[in-house]
């Protein structure tokens, strides 16, 4: 298949239908804990593959995920002092909190902000010699690229970073993503058609089926990450006629990208700019709602950013930390990202919900995720245009 048509078949994401052909959960969940010898873990907690799977309809029926199982890293043991940071850290707690259960021996406190604040409150400490943190878990490449800029990281364990495609770690080995989130088109399938949807998000305030019926959520984080990347592919000028234009063009803006996605759902909007897995969510809560979802094509529309940890310099608990990278990054817990955050998996071995094209089937930008960091310059730009 060449040309368009097979652009099309990857770019697009349909409101949900038949379900992938996949092996069944049986077999698959049985009681993580006990055996092993040597380095293997042996923890006791009496949890199941089942408790980090979500639930739903499109996680009715899945293969077992591949990858390096919880059963056959080293137990986690000690107390980890993690900052986490971001909107969806909540969800994050759930799976620290099964690693907890997993390991009566291992505790994680936590301190929770929003993730800009947590990389300044880390570079600020890490001057002064004082950061209590052992790991920082943060939703936003940027925010892992400023403090690995600013010298405040220390080395991951080579066993973590080379589960995970280079695209989505540091180029230094200084952070790696444990969980990836695709910039997307939610629409509305009774209102338009994937045809409407351009392929290049510089031709959407051009097209005609769109004006006066689109949504975006500019105080988001990941809307900002989308327009630093777009700074940083076509410079700020180019930027700031893009949003005036888009302005002109009749965009509502909304306070956050679910609401985006369910307005979609709702028929008030024909498409929107938001995150891929709050189309997801929408589906897997309104299993018959005429929500579709679409992927522009190497452009900042189609930005993959990812959440992800880093190791802070200077941590009493480096053995314990590095275990603990290599444990978000096992089967088990990239299971748990897919399946209730709907996230992208970052290892191989676990595939996305539902239908979604996998993450190595999408055509992202070529950027460094590390510049991300400048968000500052991007806020000043959407003030500037009038659009914050």
Do not use: K
């Not at 049986?26 to 010898?37: H, N, R």
């Not at 290049?200 to 630093?228: D, K």
């Amino acid at each position: 298949m060449t040309g368009r048509n097979a652009t099309q078949s990857r770019r697009r994401f349909l409101a949900l239908g038949s379900a992938t052909a996949a092996t069944a959960l049986a077999g698959c969940s049985g009681i993580l804990g006990g055996g092993g010898d040597g380095e293997a873990g042996t923890g006791t907690g009496q949890i199941s593959l089942s408790d980090f799977r979500g639930s739903g309809p499109l996680v009715a029926q899945r293969e077992a995920p591949g990858g390096t199982s919880i059963e056959d890293l080293p137990d986690l043991s000690g107390e980890l002092t993690v900052y986490l940071g971001g909107g969806e850290g909540g969800l994050y707690l759930d799976l620290i909190e099964l690693l907890e259960q997993r390991y009566p021996d291992f505790s994680a406190s936590h301190r929770r902000q929003p993730s800009s604040d947590l990389a300044n409150r880390i570079i600020e400490e890490n001057e002064a010699d004082a950061s209590p943190a052992d790991v920082f878990m943060s939703i936003d490449a940027g925010s892992l690229g400023a403090v690995a800029n600013a010298g405040a990281t220390a080395s991951l364990p080579d066993e973590a970073l080379s589960t995970v495609p280079e695209a989505y770690q540091d180029s230094e080995g200084r952070w790696v993503g444990i969980a990836g989130r695709a910039r997307a088109i939610p629409y509305n399938t009774n209102q338009i058609s994937d045809s409407d949807i351009p392929s290049s998000v510089q031709e959407f305030p051009e097209t005609a089926a769109l004006e006066n019926n689109m949504g975006w959520a500019p105080s988001y984080g990941a809307f900002q990450s989308f327009v630093t990347a777009m700074r940083l592919i076509r410079g700020d000028d180019e930027t700031m006629s893009w949003l005036q234009a888009m302005q002109d063009h009749g965009i509502t803006t909304y306070d956050d990208e679910f609401r985006v996605s369910n307005s979609c759902a709702d028929g008030e909007l024909a498409a929107g700019f938001a995150n891929h897995y709050y189309t997801l969510r929408v589906q897997s809560a309104r299993e018959n709602s005429p929500i579709g979802l679409a992927f522009t094509e190497g452009d900042a529309g189609a930005l993959v950013n990812v959440s992800g940890l880093e190791i802070i310099n200077g941590t009493d608990n480096a053995d314990l930390a590095s275990n603990f990278v290599r444990h978000v990054l096992s089967a088990e817990a990239q299971e748990f990202f897919a399946t209730r955050t709907f996230a992208y998996p970052m290892i191989p071995g676990v595939a996305p919900v539902g239908d979604l094209p996998r993450i190595d089937e999408l055509n992202p930008p070529e950027i460094n995720l590390t510049e991300l960091a400048d968000v500052a310059g991007t806020v000043d730009l959407l003030r500037d245009a009038g659009v914050l």
